[in-house]
């Protein structure tokens, strides 16, 4: 059973395009995240929702607008795709915000 | 605001080696610190929790010691195997939204 599943996997792009990367949790969390890998391996969180609503949001472009639908689902919408969009998101999730972090396979997202 | 610092960058042991790796950070207002583990290409798994009045945490051959007033924490890993190799990252949870902040990592090839 995966914990934290993402959708797509990989996901390859033109510039301008609009795409959505899906993530579900089934262990019952509340808290979801999405966190960004650049190039560096540098991971940087971008949102963080608490049964439903948004508690975090970190410098992310309004062309970013995550979606929860419910407590098990956080999916990620983005507009006008860049090339600096390019790199694999992670979706993540806790039983609370000050909870053990769990990590989906991450969505590997390339403009052209 | 939270800066999470890794050394070394990278790391090369010959199998069976015992090892440190080392974080630190730059603001001690932590509630807990994570260490995960990410291969190639994967998603990030959760190593062990500390919690900020832990002192620390032990797992199988994996045991990680937590200096809230230092600002550093360390991941020791006894009797190293090649199968241990992998990005080790740690991140501490604190400040305004509870935001996990990451190290950059360090890169682990165990050698048989």
């Known amino acids: 059973d995966t914990a934290v599943s993402q959708t797509p996997k990989y996901l390859v792009t033109q510039m301008g395009n609009d795409k959505s990367i899906k993530c579900e949790q089934n262990?019952?969390?509340?808290?979801m995240y999405w966190y960004k890998q650049d190039s560096k391996k540098f991971l940087k969180i971008m949102f963080s929702?608490?049964?439903?609503?948004?508690?975090i949001n970190e410098t992310v472009p309004n062309r970013f607008s995550p979606k929860s639908p419910d407590k098990a689902h956080l999916n990620l919408h983005i507009n006008s795709l860049e090339l600096g969009d390019s790199a694999v998101y992670f979706c993540?999730?806790?039983?609370?915000?000050?909870?053990?972090?769990?990590f989906g396979e991450g969505s590997r997202l390339t403009v052209l | 605001k939270q800066e999470v610092t890794q050394i070394p960058a990278a790391l090369s042991v010959p199998e069976g080696e015992n090892l440190v790796l080392n974080c630190s950070f730059t603001?001690?207002?932590?509630?807990?610190l994570q260490w995960f583990r990410q291969d190639p290409g994967k998603g990030l798994t959760s190593l062990l929790l500390i919690q900020s009045s832990q002192r620390e945490q032990t797992s199988g051959r994996l045991n990680a010691s937590l200096d809230k007033s230092s600002g550093r924490s360390t991941l020791y890993i006894a009797a190293s195997q090649p199968g241990d190799s992998a990005t080790y990252l740690c991140?501490?949870?604190?400040?305004?939204?509870?935001?996990?902040?990451f190290g950059g990592g360090t890169r682990l090839m165990v050698k048989p």
């Open positions: 993540a999730s806790s039983q609370s915000i000050l909870g053990e972090l769990f």
């Open positions: 991140a501490v949870k604190g400040g305004a939204g509870n935001m996990l902040t």
């Open positions: 929702y608490n049964n439903k609503e948004l508690i």
């Open positions: 603001d001690s207002a932590i509630y807990n």
């Open positions: 262990l019952g969390h509340d808290t």
